[in-house]
């Protein structure tokens, strides 16, 4: 069992569309990061997470410490959101990120 | 502002070829800095990682080597490639202020080894 699970693995939405992707880690961490890798293979950081919630535009992400449980909402999706989607954990021992497999996002016109 | 660079963008080489990927970081001094694979359809795998010049911590037994001879600059090598050496190769950076940074990632180099 991986200690980061996504889910979906693959998602396809209709433009407007609101979206939520998943991950689940079984291990204690200090925080959480979603990120963002396009086509081209470029990754960009959306979030990092230690608690509670963060928005930024059409971008929500929450985590609950408890149930070692985060999810990242895309609200009004537009087919320019089409990419992976990656839950990349630290744990509370160490320095190293662990990553879930990505969840690929197609918002179709 | 910091800038994360990489090269080559992309590689094709052949199998028992050597291999260096450089990665520089502009616009910080003394970042963590980090090596990952991502093999097709599977998630990132930390390769090295960095805290200062010379100091490289290898997570998983690879085929591969890294080196940072200046604080800004790391390189990711191997003496013979294998064919499961391919793959797309991130280089990231964060801070050292502690353990939740944020970690920033290059270009990318996507390697095809033939």
Known sequence: KNEVEQSPQNLTAQ??????????????????????????????????????????????????IQEKHSSLHITASHPRDSAVYICAVKETSGSRLTFGEGTQLTVNP | SQTI???????????????????????TSNPNLYWYRQAAGRGLQLLFYSVGIGQISSEVPQNLSASRPQDRQFILSSKKLLLSDSGFYLCAWSGTRGIKETQYFGPGTRLLVL
């Open chain 1, 15 to 64: 433009e407007g569309e609101f979206i939520t992707i998943n991950c689940s880690y079984s291990v204690g961490i200090s925080a959480l990061h979603w990120l963002q890798q396009h086509p081209g293979g470029g990754i960009v950081s959306l979030f990092m997470l230690s608690s509670g919630k963060k928005k930024h535009g059409r971008l929500i992400a929450t985590i609950n």
């Open chain 2, 5 to 27: 660079h990489q090269w080559p963008a992309t590689l094709v080489q052949p199998v028992g070829s050597p291999l260096s990927l450089e990665c520089t970081v502009e616009g």
